[in-house]
């Protein structure tokens, strides 16, 4: 019994990672439309610095939810993100996304940051404190 | 750089010189953040990366360097100090359109440790959205891997393939570069120009040689989904000399030249002073996250008989299963350097065998002439750890092992093996 209740709770926390449908959030005052998942790798991969109202772009990636975002972004792994990221930092050709530890810490920083871009999991979603930009499905 | 030029008559000299020069940077980039500092500004990362290799070889009668500013050869015994490195970097984000960073790295290079392992501090100014200035210390990007070649995590292989990246390894030079990035529809363009002063000292078994003078380039990177394609060039002129003072004194005495006839003529041989280096190299690197392969060519016209002109390439494809990642890796480089004959001795006294010898070993063993073929893997057990280990075979032609430490025999090997284990990290 207890075996097979911890085999549904790993189950239900490995599917949780892979299948929870992860949103792309920004601040509520950033005047900016939802974007293409291209726009998206463009911030989160160094690749820009503004969006297109000119407001300097913040990324910020959630440690707990790091993994699932990336390999829903760009079909990789982390550790193939974090060669990507070292090849770029160390050659001093662009700085990688702060880092917050969770959630929800990345929900109070996007809503203090006019420029501030993260991504968080559809059940943490609240509109009245950040703005959709796109969602992975 | 005329300013940088005057004051160079000693060592103590050049390093008083270098850390004024990156105080005034660090003063430029303390008034920027007091004039403008806002809610988020200035914002510091400090950040890392290393590797810790244990690297040895089948033969004590060469010496194995990772590049030629290594003052410590690899040899049968496992040695540390040849994959072994700990880089650390400061970045500085001084406001929306200003950063500085800073970044040294701990290693075995020649020269003064302080100096020589100071990589980077520069101040990087975006004039608009995708072009940027930077001014200060830079890594130097010759090739396709240069400005990251130290961070073993970056890469499959446990160092950048020898033919290429151990030859002439600028590391660094002091000056100006500007960059302009262009988004193409899906693909992407950088364009970059450089110029400045750079130093870069040798080992001892390269007459302790300092790379020193004028350098300037422009490289040019296309970047689509896989695919990331490099063409560059740089020039550098050599300003100093190289410090064989004493032999080229002793074949230029007319003493000698009676003795060992026409000796004295090769003295102009024994000069790299104002000679003219160009780089030229084009390069590609294929990852779709399964397969990786990474190709190079290049060509090194020197002017100077210390390193001759030199072609080299490499080809390297890896296929990664999970977190593990088998490559294989093949490279050569082939020097286009000419034989000077050295006149034979009139009297077969010892002195004048040896001095005929030094001279003739100082004109004549700088060739390149190496292939090799390595097998290695890369384990990725952290998201921020890979194991690496990785096998090498050198074929080394007669006068073509520049690129190692020779014995005073001067007989080379034909084929080395290169055996190399260890980790690579970030922080």
């Known amino acids: ?137 | 750089m005329k300013a940088i030029n005057i004051i160079k008559n000693t060592r103590y000299d050049r390093r008083i010189k270098k850390i004024s020069f990156f105080c005034f940077t660090f003063l430029i980039s303390l008034i920027a953040t007091v004039v403008e500092a806002e809610d988020q500004y200035p914002a510091f990362s400090v950040k890392g990366f290393g590797s810790i290799g244990y690297t040895r070889t089948d033969t004590d009668q060469i010496g194995f360097y990772r590049n030629r500013t290594q003052t410590q050869e690899a040899k049968k015994s496992l040695e540390i100090s040849t994959d072994s490195r700990l880089g650390i970097q400061l970045d500085v984000d001084i406001s929306k359109s200003l950063q500085a960073s800073t970044q040294f790295i701990l290693r075995d290079h020649a020269g003064d440790f302080l100096e020589q392992n100071l990589d980077s501090v520069y101040l990087r100014w975006y004039l608009t959205e995708d072009t940027s200035i930077r001014f200060g210390r830079m890594g130097a990007d010759s090739f396709l891997l240069s400005d990251y070649r130290n961070v073993g995590y970056a890469y499959p292989w446990m160092r950048p393939p020898h033919e290429f990246y151990s030859n002439i390894p600028i590391t660094h030079y002091d000056g100006i570069d500007v960059t302009k990035f262009l988004s193409l529809g899906n693909d992407y363009l950088s364009l970059k120009a450089f110029a400045g002063y750079t130093s870069t000292n040798l080992s001892e078994e390269y007459a302790n040689l300092e790379l020193e003078g004028p350098i300037a380039g422009a490289n040019i990177v296309y970047e689509s989904e896989n695919w990331r394609t490099r063409v560059g060039y740089t020039y550098i002129r050599q300003v100093k000399e190289i410090q064989l003072q004493t032999l080229r004194a002793a074949i230029n005495d007319p003493l000698t030249n009676s003795v060992i006839p026409g000796i004295s003529d090769l003295t102009p041989l024994l000069s790299v002073k104002d000679s003219n280096l160009h780089f030229i190299s084009l390069g590609t690197t294929y990852d779709d996250g399964t397969w990786l392969v990474h190709t190079e060519a290049s060509y090194i016209d020197t002017q100077n008989i210390f390193n001759p002109d030199v072609a080299s390439a490499y080809l390297s494809i890896g296929r990664r299963f999970s977190t593990l990642t088998l490559y294989t890796l093949y490279g050569i480089s082939h020097s286009f350097h000419k034989k000077h004959k050295v006149p034979d001795v009139r009297f077969p006294v010892p002195a004048l065998i040896a001095l005929q010898q030094a001279t003739d070993s100082a004109i004549n063993d700088n060739g390149t002439d190496e292939q090799s073929l390595s097998l290695g893997l890369r384990w990725d057990l952290h998201p921020k750890v890979a194991f690496k280990a990785q096998w090498s075979h050198y074929w080394l032609a007669d006068d073509g092992a520049s690129l190692w430490q020779k014995p005073a025999s001067r007989k080379i090997p034909d084929n080395v093996n290169v055996i190399s284990f260890g980790f690579d990290f970030i922080f």
Do not use: C
């Open chain 1, 1 to 137: 019994m207890l075996k097979n209740i911890i085999i549904l709770l790993l189950i239900s926390v490995f599917s949780s990672q892979l299948h929870a449908e992860i949103i792309v959030i920004g601040n509520l005052e950033n005047n900016i439309p939802t974007m293409t998942k291209k726009k998206v790798q463009e911030f989160f991969m160094g690749r820009t610095r503004f969006f297109s109202n000119g407001v300097r772009a913040v990324p910020i990636d959630a440690s707990d939810l790091r993994k699932g975002f990336y390999q829903k972004l760009t079909h990789r792994p982390i550790e193939q993100i974090n060669a990507y990221w070292a090849r770029l930092t160390f050659s001093g050709h662009s700085t990688p996304p702060s880092k917050m530890p969770d959630q929800q810490a990345v929900i109070i920083a996007v809503k203090k940051g006019k420029g501030a871009i993260s991504y968080i999991n559809r059940d943490k979603m609240n509109e009245s404190q950040v703005k959709p930009l796109y969602i992975f499905e």
